[in-house]
């Protein structure tokens, strides 16, 4: 099945699942699975790592932040796209736990194939984004850039802003949640 047959057949029953369609969100969460978990083993491949578990355990923290993320789906934006991106994110943050450089990583792939090119809606997202980020304590700025944006590790943002590694894990939890709030917010609108 091509990327944009997948596409015509997952949108409506993700926007279902969204409605609130409990068997549509489990058919989606089983049909993305399939193609998330290819590409997946695909990547890890690329980068050196060919262990099925290693796949498994990356596609179960994909699920979830899939699940915790759906209320961030754009419903003008392709839902494979979404889904991949958020799988090429926790691919990375898998391969930078486990000691492997993500450089090894092809930048383009399906998600950035079949995205829509929106550069008006990047300038608003990178606008906003940085509206989030000016709101929040100077000290938990500093940390979600080095964490999320700069690849920092907690220890190396905790040590550079004088925190404990939970202090600065909790910081950025908190940072993270006010950001999202603000967003959500500014998406609603008046």
């Known amino acids: 099945m091509s990327l944009q047959e997948l596409e015509t057949q997952l949108r409506p029953i993700f926007l279902a699942a969204l409605a609130g369609d409990a068997a549509a969100y489990r058919l989606f969460l089983d049909t993305i699975s399939v193609r998330l978990r290819g590409y997946l083993r695909q990547m890890l491949a690329r980068a050196g790592r060919s262990e099925p578990s290693e796949a498994e355990d990356v596609l179960q923290e994909t699920l979830l932040a899939l699940h915790l993320a759906r209320h961030t789906y754009d419903a ?101 949640q006010a950001m999202a709030k603000f967003l959500s917010k500014r998406r609603a609108g008046p």
Do not use: C, N
């Open 76 to 176: 003008a934006s392709p839902v494979t796209a979404w889904a991949h991106a958020i799988a090429r994110y926790k691919l990375v943050d898998h391969l930078r736990r486990s000691g492997r450089h993500a450089g090894a990583l092809p930048l383009e792939d399906e998600a950035d194939r079949l995205a829509v090119p929106a550069e008006a809606g990047a300038t608003e997202a990178r606008l906003d984004l940085a509206r989030a980020m000016a709101a929040l304590p100077e000290r938990t700025r500093r940390l979600i850039d080095q964490v999320k944006f700069q690849g920092a590790s907690i220890a190396e943002a905790a040590g550079s802003t004088g925190m404990t590694e939970t202090a600065a894990k909790v910081a950025i939890h908190r940072g993270l």
